[in-house]
Nanobody, 123 residues
Framework: QVQLVESGGGLVQAGGSLKLSCAAS????????MSWYRQAPGKQRELVAA???????NYADSVKGRFTISRDNAKDTVYLQMNSLKPEDTAVYYC?????????????????WGKGTLVTVSS
């Protein structure tokens, strides 16, 4: 049974930093893409950053230059280093993983989500 558990959220002042972690368990064949999404009150969930198994990354324009996604494939863990935080970054941050279900990637993976961790940035 695959589970994703996020940690590292909290309250920080504008300009501060936080580092989120998401650890996956129950992984057998590895994880394709791991991503961070966020959802602010009254808004739709949006992609913040994504990282493939080979290390390719992409970011939302709103966080480029401030956030860095990284992952440790040996630990099935993805991180999000968030610097220069702004009040508009306040949201629940969700971890996402496209989990492989076969050894050779011949079958589409299965999507899993964490329960989310709250990040609040005060002005």
């Amino acid at each position: 049974q695959v589970q994703l558990v996020e940690s590292g959220g909290g309250l920080v002042q504008a300009g501060g930093s936080l580092k989120l972690s998401c650890a996956a368990s129950g992984i057998i064949f590895g994880i394709n893409t791991m991503s961070w999404y966020r959802q602010a009150p009254g808004k739709q969930r949006e992609l913040v950053a994504a990282c493939t198994s080979s290390g390719s990354t992409n970011y939302a324009d709103s966080v480029k230059g401030r956030f860095t996604i990284s992952r440790d494939n040996a630990k099935d863990t993805v991180y999000l280093q968030m610097n220069s935080l702004k009040p508009e970054d306040t949201a629940v941050y969700y971890c996402y993983a496209d989990v492989a279900i076969d050894q050779f990637g011949e079958v589409d993976g299965v999507d899993y989500w964490g329960k989310g961790t709250l990040v609040t940035v005060s002005s």
